[in-house]
T-cell receptor
Framework: DADVTQTPRNRITKTGKRIMLECSQT?????MYWYRQDPGLGLRLIYY???????NKGEISDGYSVSRQAQAKFSLSLESAIPNQTALYFC????????????FGSGTRLTVV | AQSVTQLGSHVSVSEGALVLLRCNYS??????LFWYVQYPNQGLQLLLK??????LVKGINGFEAEFKKSETSFHLTKPSAHMSDAAEYFC????????????FGQGTRLTINP
């Protein structure tokens, strides 16, 4: 099994619909992150969490919300999806004490029509 | 605030030629620096990292990068390109204190010509 699992892998949804992207990890890391990838823009941070009681906004949090249900689970929600939220979304984890970089999930490709 | 600039959104080299992907960073605190690779339809894989030890860092698949503080650069090189190196490459910076958020560059797509 993958260390960081994202579901679904692909999703097409309609404008105005609520959608949740899920992420679970078996790394035992405290820190979890949601990034969005757009061509030519690299990856931009949406939200990050240091533990279940600590949620922080990233640089592009508008239109998104998150929930840290447990140390191993971090979900991203789009309350009312819009077409410019069409992107590739990545979940990642990191180990605070080592800072060896992140472990990324395989991504969720979201299309809003 | 930290930032990363990757010079060249597309780089094309011939098989067997030198690969050079450029990355410059800005950071008000000593940085940790990373290179990630993304193959088509896959997630990001760590190539190498600089975490304040040796300035010349060797990574997987024959890649290496050199941290140059005076030039605020962390360029990625490989002496001889292989067809399997075709991918998108991302440089990223993280502070060694505080939030430990990775800030990514825009990415460079590497094409290998036969």
């Amino acid at each position: 099994d993958a260390d960081v699992t994202q579901t679904p892998r692909n999703r097409i949804t309609k404008t105005g619909k609520r959608i949740m992207l899920e992420c679970s990890q078996t790394k035992g890391h405290d820190r979890m992150y949601w990034y969005r990838q757009d061509p030519g823009l690299g990856l931009r941070l949406i939200y990050y969490s240091f533990d279940v009681k600590d949620i922080n906004k990233g640089e592009i949090s508008d239109g998104y919300s998150v929930s840290r249900q447990a140390q191993a689970k971090f979900s991203l929600s789009l309350e009312s999806a819009i077409p410019n939220q069409t992107a590739l979304y990545f979940c990642a984890t990191s180990d605070f004490d080592r800072n060896y970089g992140y472990t990324f999930g395989s991504g969720t490709r979201l299309t809003v029509v | 605030a930290q930032s990363v600039t990757q010079l060249g959104s597309h780089v094309s080299v011939s098989e067997g030629a030198l690969v050079l992907l450029r990355c410059n960073y800005s950071s008000s605190v000593p940085p940790y620096l990373f290179w990630y690779v993304q193959y088509p339809n896959q997630g990001l894989q760590l190539l190498l990292k600089y975490t304040s030890a040796a300035t010349l860092v060797k990574g997987i698949n024959g890649f290496e990068a050199e941290f140059k503080k005076s030039e605020t650069s962390f360029h990625l090189t490989k002496p001889s390109a292989h067809m399997s190196d075709a991918a998108e490459y991302f440089c990223a910076v993280s502070d060694i204190q505080g939030a430990q958020k990775l800030v990514f560059g825009q990415g460079t797509r590497l094409t290998i010509n036969p």
